[in-house]
């Protein structure tokens, strides 16, 4: 039998949402086999045999409906963005579409975004801040629509008079504050590391860099020829593009003898520290310390690495292969520590605030926000911690100007 040209939309399932693909794009219909979903998808199926060119901006009733503004939306934004922060705008529409996915967007009300935002507090999977956010993404979306003429602009400026949750509202909760990592932990951790992923680690306690300009440093972002001493690592496009252009970190000495091994044959698209390396680099340690012969097993699959090698290892970390490379060096290092040395757990972000402490006790402030990269101190001063050292150590030298200053007695 012939194929047919035009099949019927099927039901899929994405986690706990129901959706089906229409030319290319995603009609989300409501929680997975709630009867909702099954109703929200045979209206589509009804909408989509009455007019099989469905069209995106008006419904029967000459109404958006907010799945079909999501669909729009996302199309529009996911080449737009990075890939996490358009995640975070999954997850956000998730809870939107959950519940309004079928309504129409100008009967989406600031009732109804506030039920949005209770649902992600019920989740608990979300601290306060983070909810925050998600329901400022929901309203961007609104947004977007009105410079469309998909919603109205009343309804718009009734979303944007929603109040952020405030710290201690009931059923919210606060991440405690990110700490800063010891040195003396990380230099534990760092034998135990491959010789990538330690000097990756090096490398951003010393500069103060995020883990993402670390990890997404290539060969062709550093400029060796503007300075006979310092080389010039330079961020075509990063977190803080839109407040202060592009960014530029100057590397010394250190840096470049920790970086200058990993340039070495690469091109300029080349990643500096590559998991393909550190993947090689951990084989030739666990072949150095094998104390058995080599079984004919081992030397097949050292043959068919030899013709394929890291197929399915990637050239660029990412935030979750960086952070699991250091968790594992971790659990590695705690099997064989005696019990008092116990490397306890960080994170490459805490690496990050090491370096601002270290820098704000002592060069200040203000050179811990030029190491950050920050527009305002106010920022530095959520990865600085040296102001209560600082505070510290003037109280335990204050004197009451108050009070006479004790005099020496005269000599008789």
Not at 139 to 148: E, N
Not at 204 to 219: F, H, K, L, N
Not at 286 to 312: G, V, W, Y
Not at 320 to 330: F, L, P, T, W
Request: proline share 6%.
């Amino acid at each position: 039998m012939p194929k047919l040209k035009n099949q019927v939309p099927k039901n899929c399932r994405d986690r706990n949402q129901s959706f089906s693909w229409y030319k290319g794009k995603r009609v989300y219909h409501g929680v997975w086999n709630s009867p909702e979903a099954v109703r929200n998808y045979n209206r589509f199926l009804a909408r989509l045999r009455e007019n099989p060119v469905l069209p995106l901006q008006k419904n029967k009733t000459g109404e958006t409906l907010i799945s079909e503004l999501v669909v729009s939306f996302l199309g529009y934004v996911e080449p737009r963005l990075d890939k996490t922060e358009f995640q975070h705008f999954k997850r956000a529409i998730s809870f939107l579409v959950e519940i309004y996915g079928e309504s129409a967007v100008n009967e989406f009300s600031l009732m109804e975004l506030e039920i949005c935002r209770d649902q992600m507090v019920k989740a608990g999977t979300l601290c306060r801040s983070q909810i925050n956010k998600q329901i400022g993404r929901i309203i961007r979306v609104f947004r977007w629509g009105l410079k469309r003429k998909l919603v109205a602009p009343n309804t718009v400026g009734a979303l944007r008079e929603v109040e952020n949750l405030q710290r201690g509202e009931p059923g919210t909760f606060d991440n405690p504050p990110r700490e800063d990592v010891p040195d003396e932990a990380v230099k534990r951790t760092l034998p135990f590391m491959s010789p990538t992923v330690a000097t990756m680690a090096q490398l951003q306690r010393i500069t103060g860099m995020r883990p993402s300009e670390i990890y997404r440093m290539t060969v062709g972002n550093i400029d060796r020829t503007r300075d006979p001493e310092l080389w010039y690592y330079v961020l075509k496009a990063h977190k803080t593009r839109r407040f202060i252009g592009e960014k530029t970190i100057p590397l010394g000495k250190p840096e470049q003898d920790l970086i200058a091994p990993y340039l070495v044959g690469k091109t300029k698209e080349a990643s500096v520290f590559s998991p393909r390396q550190a993947v090689r680099e951990q084989r030739e340690r666990q072949r150095a310390e094998r104390k058995s012969k080599l079984t004919p097993s081992q030397r097949e699959r050292d043959r068919r690495r030899a013709k394929h090698p890291a197929e399915n290892i990637g050239d660029f970390y990412d935030k979750h292969s960086y952070r699991k490379a250091i968790e594992h060096a971790i659990q590695k290092g705690n099997k064989t520590l005696p019990e008092g040395q116990k490397i306890p757990h960080w994170t490459p972000y805490q690496l990050r605030h090491a370096a601002g402490t270290a820098a704000e006790k002592t060069e200040g402030l203000d050179k811990a926000q030029a190491l950050l990269g920050h527009k305002t101190a106010d920022v530095t001063k959520r990865y600085a911690h040296g102001q209560l050292a600082i505070a510290e150590s003037m109280a335990r030298n204050r004197q009451n100007p108050f009070e006479d200053k004790p005099t020496e007695s005269k000599k008789t």
